[in-house]
């Protein structure tokens, strides 16, 4: 009797356009907490058969789980006296047979056979069949996405002391999105799953220890202030008060890290470090496809001198920018900094001299309604005076082209915003080329499924609005063929960063199969 791990990591796909506009006064977010997107872990339990080779126990090619198929005399056989037992009745037997048609081993491929021999095998009661029934339903194999019925068979299998269940049923209990918000009793299930041995359950309970999800009872888990750090794994976001965070430099500097893929946990390298002129014009890049982290970096480089000139002004504008890609931190480091005397001083002087980023920063903090004494005609018109200007002023082109996609203190026209756009791209912002992408796919011009790549290469490489627009493509079915599960897991991306709209979308499409049982009613 054999074991066989298959891996499959889910489509991860990435980000879209929000038009929504962050007020500062005061900001309030949502208690979120993200858990890492599932990734495809089928179990396979392989029945004893007098028959069974060694090719039975052979691990599944992971590279291509869905075109292996093998055809012997001896698997003939073997597969013939599969089906028998299947068929009469022996629950390891469906299940195994289950999962070779899943991976066209004997057989050939067939998702829907597939589910209907695993689901006949769960239903008779087969933890490890259960568990992969929920697999099926997470990721639409063989039967539709439904992420309830993922749960509920997660639960049955939980009930049986499967490790693995457990822990995925545990971690329902992070997101409020198929089931309330509950961090004891994820804490409860993640710990039980780590104590049986399950390796990712491990790492998570330790993360959860860190947050203080230890020390919480199961009155108070829902009501809990979360800590604002996402240097690992789960993300948790939540801003009560303006101002009482204190978001440390580490902090920022190691989710930019994190989300540019390198290990931020184990380098010592820190803002603090930062001085080289190479280092600023990497971050510049970063800034420019659209990564809010990038943003909040140089945002804090530039507030405090380190590595750079110190600019308030500048400052203040990254973290606009970051604000306007739903960036947590920006928030907060924004009204921090825009309530000092020496930055409103030097904001005033430099406005009145002309000065193009402080024109900007004072236009887009009207937009925000954060500073009420630059009416909407004003902040227009210093905007429309950055724009003319030559060159022109990049960050106003795209800060002005989000309000005419919006219809913000000027006539919508969305035409005209992504005229402003390419004229941003000319001046080498690639987030304008995101914004002229999921305008067009948005609007749902004929074109807009040419637009496609362009998201997909840019959300490779960071950008929060080409993750959560390739979601919506592959929600809606894009330039792609209908996905809700990989458009799950390009929403789920963007909203561990801290993007609404993502989160939202995600609600949203939870909300479309909520069953009306009490169980399943979030805040």
Request: net charge neutral; glycine share 6%.
């Amino acid at each position: 009797m054999g074991r066989i791990l298959f891996h499959r990591e889910p489509t991860v796909a990435e980000q879209l356009l929000s038009y929504k506009y962050t007020s500062l006064l005061p900001v309030k977010r949502l208690k979120i907490a993200l858990a890492p997107a599932l990734c495809f872990c089928l179990v396979v339990h392989s029945p004893a058969l007098t028959q069974t080779k060694q090719s039975v126990r052979q691990p599944v090619r992971a590279a291509s789980p869905l075109l292996y198929y093998e055809s012997s005399p001896t698997q003939v056989i073997e597969t013939f006296a599969l089906m028998q037992q299947a068929n009469g009745g022996n629950v390891s037997a469906q299940h195994e047979l289950g999962y070779r048609y899943l991976v066209g081993r004997g057989l050939p491929a067939d998702t829907q056979k597939a589910a209907e021999w695993i689901l006949r095998s769960a239903e008779r009661g087969m933890p490890l069949a259960q568990f992969n029934a929920a697999i099926l339903y997470t990721h639409a194999l063989g039967v539709p996405w439904n992420p309830f019925k993922a749960y509920a068979w997660f639960k049955k299998a939980s009930e049986q002391t499967f490790a693995s269940a457990e822990f995925f049923y545990g971690l329902q209990f992070l997101d409020g999105l198929v089931v309330q918000r509950d961090l004891a009793r994820a804490y409860q299930l993640v710990s039980r799953a780590a104590s049986a041995g399950h390796e990712q359950a491990k790492e998570v309970l330790a993360d959860l220890r860190r947050r203080g999800i230890d020390t919480l009872s199961a009155r108070d888990s829902r009501q809990q202030r979360s800590a604002t750090d996402t240097t690992l794994g789960l993300v948790y976001l939540h801003f009560e008060t303006v101002g009482d965070a204190g978001v440390s430099d580490s902090t920022l500097f190691h989710e930019l890290q994190r989300e540019m893929g390198n290990d931020a946990e184990s380098s010592d390298h820190t803002p603090d470090s930062t001085s080289q002129s190479e280092e600023l014009e990497t971050l510049m890049k970063e800034a420019s496809i659209g990564v809010p982290e990038a943003f909040t970096v140089l945002g804090r480089l530039h507030e405090r001198g380190i590595g750079a000139y110190r600019d308030l002004i500048r400052a203040a504008m990254y973290y606009l920018r970051a604000n306007r890609l739903e960036s947590p931190r920006a928030p907060v480091l924004l009204y921090d900094l825009v309530h000092t005397d020496a930055f409103m001083r030097e904001l005033t002087a430099r406005s009145l001299a002309g000065d193009k980023d402080a024109r900007y920063v004072w236009a887009a903090l009207a937009a925000i309604e954060f500073d009420r004494l630059l009416g909407p005609a004003q902040a227009l018109k210093l905007l429309e005076e950055n724009v003319s200007a030559n060159p022109p002023h990049a960050a106003s082109l795209l800060e002005l082209g989000v309000w005419y996609a919006t219809g913000r203190n000027v006539q919508l026209d969305p035409d005209k915003a992504i005229a402003l756009w390419r004229r941003a791209s000319a001046a080498g912002l690639r987030e304008a080329d995101v914004r002229i992408a999921v305008a067009e796919v948005l609007l749902g011009r004929p074109d807009a499924a040419n637009h496609v790549p362009v998201l997909q290469e840019e959300a490779s490489k960071g950008s929060i609005l080409a993750q959560t627009a390739l979601g919506y493509c592959l929600e809606n079915g894009i330039g792609f063929p209908m996905n809700k599960p990989g458009a799950v897991s390009s929403y789920m991306k963007a909203a561990q960063r801290g993007s609404l709209t993502a989160y939202n979308a995600l609600k949203r499409m939870f909300d479309s199969l909520r069953p009306l049982d009490e169980e399943f009613i979030v805040d």
